[in-house]
């Protein structure tokens, strides 16, 4: 596929346009505000901590090119993925008491590595909760305030944060599994755990796709120009994704180990950022014809981000569409659920 070159500076003016970005208190979230406040973006982040939301004010103020006016861009919305009925009347209430507009719906947060030996308290894996189904809840609200958008200021995205990880999920989605537990086995339980990481990425990125088909497409067919698609941010080890490895009896020693080496190898939370913010923003996107598509980091010859492009999914899964239907259906009915 072809590539895009991509830096921060490259993103055009945002002036009155209105994001909202999931887990933007830290790493590639935290960046990828700064990346928006930087071009005139009003931005809300979306998390569940207040005082993680003020750390990010504060980590935003001490950057040199950060204006006081940039800060004052920035807004809290508490948002707890781990409950649907919570996710789900965040969204609404949002719609309802910022009715104006909303451009860019930017879905980034996550987690990895739960132990498996609970669910969540809607009777879900975790993981799968977090990532996907949180998420599904609360950006369904708010796909009338995103069309709206687009029929009056003339597009609106939403981009949803997958990785290459979906290639973990070796066979798709066992919808069984995600309602049962596992024992905790400790280390050897690490694979397992990447497999439900796996399962819960290929759901984001079948989500794009199936929300694309379900929604966006349709509204393109009238001239209402909206878009989903999914994206890959890179291998980066800093995001806290998956805690500190303790849970899983990983000495502190190896973790150390394995984060040093991630500062050497790995993007930084910037690098990361790009191609979510590269995807939610730039022009070109637009003008493709086909979406609900998934995007990757395009890198130099020793390893660093330059770009990003459009790739196809590392597994079959990625693009079975009955599976992305089924997908739907499931996550609907754990809405109808989470609401009785």
Not at 138 to 150: D, I, M, R, S
Not at 209 to 218: F, H, T, V, Y
Not at 254 to 259: A, D, P
Not at 266 to 283: D, I, K, N, Q, R
Request: hydrophobic share 35%.
């Amino acid at each position: 596929m072809a590539s895009n070159t991509f830096k921060p500076g490259d993103v055009p003016n945002l002036s009155e346009k209105v994001a909202i970005v999931t887990g933007g208190n830290r790493s590639i979230g935290l960046e990828s505000v700064y990346m928006l406040i930087c071009k005139n973006c009003t931005v809300w982040i979306a998390g569940r901590s207040e005082s993680g939301f003020e750390d990010a004010k504060k980590t935003l103020s001490s950057r040199p090119d950060v204006t006081e006016t940039m800060v004052s861009r920035v807004h809290f919305l508490k948002l707890d993925l781990a409950e649907i009925k919570h996710a789900e009347e965040t969204g609404k209430e949002f719609a309802k008491q910022h009715p104006e507009r909303l451009d860019i719906l930017l879905c980034n947060a996550g987690v990895s590595l739960q132990k498996g030996d609970q669910l969540s308290s809607d009777g879900y894996e975790l993981t799968f909760q977090t990532n996907h189904l949180g998420h599904f809840a609360f950006a369904n609200t708010l796909l009338p305030l995103l069309e709206k958008t687009a029929r009056e200021h003339g597009e609106a995205r939403v981009v949803i944060t997958s990785s290459d990880a979906h290639a973990f999920a070796k066979s798709g989605i066992d919808f069984d599994a995600l309602q049962q537990t596992k024992p905790h086995q400790g280390m050897r339980g690490i694979g397992e755990a990447m497999s439900r990481y796996g399962v819960s990425k290929l759901s984001n990125m079948l989500y794009a796709r199936e929300l694309d088909k379900r929604w966006a497409a349709p509204l393109r067919a009238k001239g209402v120009q909206v878009t989903a698609d999914c994206v890959h941010p890179g291998t980066i080890l800093g995001t806290g994704l998956g805690g500190s490895g303790s849970e899983w009896g990983v000495p502190s020693l190896v973790t150390s180990g394995v984060r040093l080496l991630g500062n050497v190898v790995g993007f930084s939370s910037l690098e990361g950022a790009c191609t979510g913010v590269y995807v939610a923003t730039m022009p070109d996107i637009r003008a493709k014809a086909e979406h609900g598509k998934y995007y990757t980091p395009q890198l130099n010859w020793h390893g660093r981000y330059v770009g990003s492009h459009e790739q196809p999914p590392d597994t079959k899964w990625g693009e079975d569409d009955e599976l992305a239907a089924r997908l739907w259906t499931f996550s609907e009915e754990a809405l109808q659920k989470a609401r009785a």
